[in-house]
């Protein structure tokens, strides 16, 4: 059995009869303020999950899909979302630093005032992204990223 606990206070928010949350179906559940610092989340379905506000400093997130989910202001410095569909989530104001979101899917995604220093970007699809006050310094991407029409990361 394992547990994901909020973030101040001792309440638990999901309990999975397991002993790995990798693969896990979390579609739907509210985790808004969960403690996921450092938990390997690979594969987890979390469509239309909520995660406002949670702490998912260096979790991994590889091939996790997270289609609209709400991920506002959540604080995911060092996380690993290579290969993650990322496609209409909300990471208003959110904190990527130094994330690694190689080949990830944020087509629609809502990035405003996002904080994404030496956030790795190779690969991301990024169209129809809503990049606007979002903070791109010394974030990597290459010839494969794709960015909404019109947008120069430079």
């Given at each position: 059995?394992?547990?994901?606990?909020?973030?101040?206070?001792?309440?638990?928010?999901?309990?999975?009869?397991?002993?790995?949350?990798?693969?896990?179906?979390?579609?739907?559940?509210?985790?808004?303020?969960?403690?996921?610092?450092?938990?390997?989340?690979?594969?987890?379905?979390?469509?239309?999950?909520?995660?406002?506000?949670?702490?998912?400093?260096?979790?991994?997130?590889?091939?996790?899909?997270?289609?609209?989910?709400?991920?506002m202001?959540?604080?995911?410095?060092?996380?690993?979302?290579?290969?993650?569909?990322?496609?209409?989530?909300?990471?208003?104001?959110?904190?990527?630093?130094?994330?690694?979101?190689?080949?990830?899917?944020?087509?629609?995604?809502?990035?405003?005032?996002?904080?994404?220093?030496?956030?790795?970007?190779?690969?991301?699809?990024?169209?129809?992204?809503?990049?606007?006050?979002?903070?791109?310094?010394?974030?990597?991407?290459?010839?494969?990223?794709?960015w909404?029409?019109?947008?120069?990361?430079?």
């Amino acid at each position: 059995m394992i547990e994901i606990r909020h973030k101040c206070e001792d309440e638990v928010l999901f309990r999975l009869d397991a002993d790995t949350f990798v693969g896990a179906d979390l579609r739907g559940a509210n985790l808004s303020g969960a403690n996921l610092a450092g938990v390997d989340l690979t594969g987890v379905a979390l469509q239309g999950a909520y995660l406002s506000d949670a702490i998912l400093t260096g979790a991994i997130l590889r091939s996790a899909n997270l289609r609209g989910a709400d991920l506002m202001g959540v604080d995911a410095n060092d996380v690993t979302f290579d290969g993650a569909i990322l496609t209409g989530v909300d990471l208003e104001g959110a904190f990527l630093e130094r994330a690694s979101l190689v080949e990830a899917q944020l087509d629609g995604a809502l990035l405003r005032a996002a904080f994404l220093m030496d956030t790795n970007l190779s690969g991301a699809i990024l169209d129809r992204a809503d990049l606007t006050d979002a903070c791109l310094i010394r974030a990597r991407y290459d010839a494969h990223t794709r960015w909404p029409a019109g947008f120069d990361p430079d």
